[in-house]
């Protein structure tokens, strides 16, 4: 089993910049790719961004890209987002999540394990 927990968020300005850190246990956690995803009241949970187990490869969702940055320290177990350019849409809850498959995907239903969230307020 592997558990996540997320930490920083909070309430920031458009056009202002925050960080979530992730902490992961259980599993290897250099074996495992990890996204995030991010869930808005009224609205499905949808894709931000993902990294692979190595770190060496990223993906993006288009209305992050270029303002969102993923990044992984496998000595600490950390997955990092770095959020720059913060737009009053980027509001929502935001989840890591690990993806215990070889691939990595964009898809919530890929990934195994979540963690428990952390609410992300831009305010305009």
């Not at 997320?6 to 495992?32: P, V």
């Not at 931000?48 to 990044?71: C, E, L, P, Q």
């Not at 997955?79 to 009053?88: E, G, R, T, W, Y």
């Not at 935001?94 to 831009?122: E, I, N, P």
Request: net charge neutral; hydrophobic share 35%.
């Amino acid at each position: 089993q592997v558990q996540l927990v997320e930490s920083g968020g909070g309430l920031g300005q458009a056009g202002g910049s925050l960080r979530l850190s992730c902490t992961a246990s259980g599993r290897t956690f250099s074996s495992y790719a990890m996204g995030w995803f991010r869930q808005a009241p009224g609205k499905e949970r949808e894709f931000v961004t993902a990294i692979s187990s190595s770190g060496g490869s990223t993906y993006y969702a288009d209305s992050v890209k270029g303002r969102f940055t993923i990044s992984r320290d496998n000595a600490k177990n950390t997955v990092a987002l770095q959020m720059n350019s913060l737009k009053p849409e980027d509001t929502a809850i935001y989840y890591c999540a690990a993806d215990l498959s070889l691939a990595v995907h964009t898809t919530a239903l890929s990934y195994d394990y979540w963690g428990q969230g952390t609410q992300v307020t831009v305010s305009s």
